[in-house]
C-alpha cells in the first residue's frame, strides 16, 4: 500500500521560503510510471496544481506558471522523498498543500495535507 | 488554462437519493477527466478516472459519464459517508492540470 507522509513548518514569514517535505512508502520516487506532484488548497484559489517532478530515461520537472519563478520540486532518491521549496512567500501563499502521485489514472494518492500559514 | 465548471455548487438530498453532479469543461478535453471526494479536513480522494474508471476500493454506486466537454458523477444510492465535496477535474493539459471549484453535498 502506497502512502506519502507530508513533513515541514505550518508558519512561514513573509518575504522567507517554504519548505515541505513528502516521504513515500510502498513505492519509489524514481518509479518510471508514476509523477510525484504537489497541490494546493484555499478559499480563495480552491484547489491549484503547483509542480510536480518525475524520472523517465533522465529527472523532469514541471511547474505551474503562476509560481514558476518562485518554486523549487526536488527528489531525493536516498531518502525516497521529494521536496517543495516555495520562495519569497506572501500571505496569499496561504493554504492547505499536499502531495500526490499520479501514474496516468488521476491522482490515486495523497499526503495528509500540511496548513502553511504565511504571516510575521 | 482549461477551466472546469461545476454544477451545482451546493446540493441537498437524503439517504437513498440518487444524485449527479455536473462538470463542464472549457474545451475539449476528450476523456481526461477525474473525479474527486473530500471529506472536512481530508485529503481528496480518488473515485473516477478517465470519465468512467472506477478507481479500486470504490464502491459500485459511484459511477461517471460523459466525454468531449460535458461530463458527470453519479451516485445510484447515497449513504451518510457520502455527504461530501467533490470535485472534476481535467488530465487533457498535463502536466498544467485544473479542477472544479467543487460541489458540497449536504444532508436534507
Known amino acids: 500500500q502506497v502512502q506519502l507522509q507530508q513533513s515541514g513548518p505550518g508558519l512561514v514569514k513573509p518575504s522567507q521560503t517554504l519548505s515541505l517535505t513528502c516521504a513515500i512508502s510502498g513505492d519509489g520516487v524514481s518509479s518510471n510510471s508514476a509523477a510525484w506532484n504537489w497541490i494546493r488548497q484555499s478559499p480563495s484559489r480552491g484547489l491549484e496544481w503547483l509542480g510536480r517532478t518525475y524520472q523517465r530515461s533522465k529527472w523532469y520537472n514541471d511547474y505551474a506558471l503562476s509560481v514558476k519563478s518562485r518554486i523549487t520540486i526536488n527528489p531525493d532518491t536516498s531518502k525516497n522523498q521529494f521536496s517543495l521549496q516555495l520562495n519569497s512567500v506572501t500571505p496569499e501563499d496561504t493554504a492547505v498543500y499536499y502531495c500526490a502521485r499520479d501514474i496516468g489514472r488521476g491522482l490515486d494518492v495523497w499526503g495528509q495535507g500540511t496548513t502553511v500559514t504565511v504571516s510575521s | 488554462d482549461i477551466q472546469m465548471t461545476q454544477s451545482p455548487s451546493s446540493l441537498s438530498a437524503s439517504v437513498g437519493d440518487r444524485v449527479t453532479i455536473t462538470c463542464r469543461a472549457s474545451q475539449s478535453i476528450s476523456s481526461y477527466l477525474n473525479w474527486y471526494q473530500q471529506e472536512p479536513g481530508k485529503a481528496p480522494k480518488l473515485l473516477i478516472y478517465?470519465?468512467?474508471g472506477l478507481q479500486s476500493g470504490v464502491p459500485s454506486r459511484f459511477s461517471g459519464s460523459g466525454s468531449g466537454t460535458d461530463f458527470t458523477l453519479t451516485i445510484s444510492s447515497l449513504q451518510p459517508e457520502d455527504f461530501a465535496t467533490y470535485y472534476c477535474?481535467?488530465?487533457?493539459?498535463?502536466?498544467?492540470?485544473?479542477f472544479g471549484q467543487g460541489t458540497r453535498l449536504e444532508i436534507k
Open positions: 478517465a470519465a468512467s
Open positions: 477535474q481535467q488530465s487533457y493539459s498535463t502536466p498544467t492540470i485544473t
